[in-house]
């Protein structure tokens, strides 16, 4: 089983950063896809980036380009999300989410979130 821990999120000012944290407990994030999503209040949850842990390959919405970065550093179970130029359209829950395939039994895992709150 593994458990996923989000930090990092507060309230800042438009045009501020912040830097988001998702850490694993129970195992690595090797041989996952690892996954940051998002809810506003009376919205879907949006796909907002995603790395490859393995190869580091990464991929955002068009929302964020150039705006956010997915990384993986250091020790094998904490992805970040650097978060800059923030928008009050960015105020949301801040999920991450972990997936792997393994012999045909697929694995997902969620956070319980951490709130990123833009002011403008």
């Known amino acids: 089983q593994v458990q996923l821990v989000e930090s990092g999120g507060g309230l800042v000012q438009a045009g501020g950063s912040l830097r988001l944290s998702c850490a694993a407990s129970?195992?690595?994030?090797?041989?996952?896809?690892v996954y940051w999503f998002r809810q506003a209040p009376g919205k879907e949850r949006e796909f907002v980036a995603t790395?490859?842990?393995?190869?580091?390959?990464?991929n955002y919405t068009d929302s964020v380009k150039g705006r956010f970065t997915i990384s993986r550093e250091g020790a094998e179970n904490t992805v970040f999300l650097q978060m800059t130029s923030l928008k009050p359209e960015d105020t949301a829950v801040y999920y991450c989410?972990?997936?792997?395939?393994?012999?045909?039994?697929?694995?997902?895992?969620w956070g319980q979130g951490t709130q990123v709150t833009v002011s403008s």
């Open positions: 989410r972990a997936r792997s395939t393994n012999w045909g039994t697929t694995y997902v895992y």
């Open positions: 129970g195992r690595t994030f090797r041989n996952y896809d």
């Open positions: 790395i490859n842990w393995n190869v580091g390959t990464t």
